[in-house]
């Protein structure tokens, strides 16, 4: 059932460009049944806190222990940090929306936290091409792992990663910001993303639908298409090993990011890269819950907490701080 709310949250900008009244957006949510809502609050919340103390736990170790000092695990680290930051710019808002009978978001808020989502699924794509390349440099080409994953290196793909997020979310926010809306402003999401959003849109969208299609080419394809050619050269340099404890430990190695990888990239090429005549709101819903909620609360089990060197440097420091 569609919640009731007054006309002035109905209507905006219309399409001469002049701003009637606040635009705002009525956001039904996970699901539109207050039981529902009620195990959703419980479980996106325990969801949140585990990510938090997860993510946390390892920013610390890594940050603490020279041992971790290294490129897989400086990329570890910028994940880890994108995580608790992907999560905070949308759960304690969807949190807050599941106590509230109709959830209400200004325009303003809306762009607000979509320009944070983009930035940072933009730069989490970037990272998980550049974590592919190091674990390639890594396995085939080990001898000359040093000098091409210096710190300089590793520096500079960081910061591309998170300098490129922002120029990209900055541009595509623009572009959605300077559109009109003039009808029913209810979203069938749990919180602002650019679909449901240009799906309210009553205005000429080209120039938007360009930006998408190009920074989607660029961003979401191109990471992709680096991640693929890499675990296709380490598949390849695997293969020829001649002893099967070198096979399995290179695998092990990378096995972890695969799943990450496989998992991220399956979600945000349905949702992102679809046909636009697939109308599937309720399924995007789930496969947004995937990405923004399951992926940073499982990053740290998948990448760290199962890892050898980190749980000797988990018991160090405890040994540590117990002396």
Request: charge should be positive; hydrophobic fraction near 50%.
């Amino acid at each position: 059932m569609i919640p009731h709310f007054p006309p002035s949250w109905s209507f905006g900008r219309g399409v001469d460009g002049q701003n009637s009244t606040e635009v705002s957006f009525v956001l039904l949510g996970l699901s539109q049944y207050p039981r529902a809502q009620t195990a959703f609050f419980c479980l996106l919340l325990l969801s949140y806190t585990i990510t938090l103390l997860g993510n946390g736990l390892i920013l610390l170790l890594i940050c603490s222990d020279r041992r971790l000092h290294t490129p897989m695990y400086f990329f570890l680290s910028n994940l880890s940090f994108l995580d608790v930051g992907y999560t905070t710019a949308s759960v304690p808002q969807v949190l807050v929306n599941c106590l509230v009978s109709v959830p209400v978001i200004s325009l303003g808020r809306c762009l607000a936290q979509m320009v944070v989502g983009l930035y940072l699924g933009v730069v989490e794509c970037l990272l998980l091409a550049a974590m592919a390349y190091d674990r390639c440099v890594a396995i085939v080409d080990p001898l000359r792992y040093p000098v091409r994953m210096g710190p300089q290196v590793c520096l500079g793909l960081a910061m591309t990663s998170w300098l490129g997020g922002l120029l990209v979310s900055v541009v595509k926010t623009s572009c959605i910001a300077s559109l009109s809306y003039c009808g029913p402003n209810i979203l069938n999401h749990f919180f602002c993303d650019v679909s449901p959003l240009l799906n309210l849109s009553c205005t000429h969208m080209a120039l938007t639908e360009l930006v998408d299609f190009i920074s989607a080419i660029v961003i979401l394809w191109g990471s992709l298409l680096v991640a693929i050619a890499s675990y296709v050269a380490i598949g390849r340099a695997v293969f020829r090993m001649s002893s099967a404890t070198a096979r399995h430990k290179a695998f092990s190695t990378c096995a972890s990011h695969l799943v990450v990888v496989g998992i991220f990239y399956a979600a945000t090429l349905f949702i992102y890269a679809r046909p636009s005549r697939i109308e599937a709101m309720d399924l995007n819903k789930v496969l947004s819950v995937i990405y923004t909620v399951v992926t940073p609360t499982c990053n740290p089990v998948i990448y760290c907490l199962r890892n050898r060197e980190v749980q000797a440097s988990f018991r160090r420091t405890l040994y540590w701080s117990r002396g």
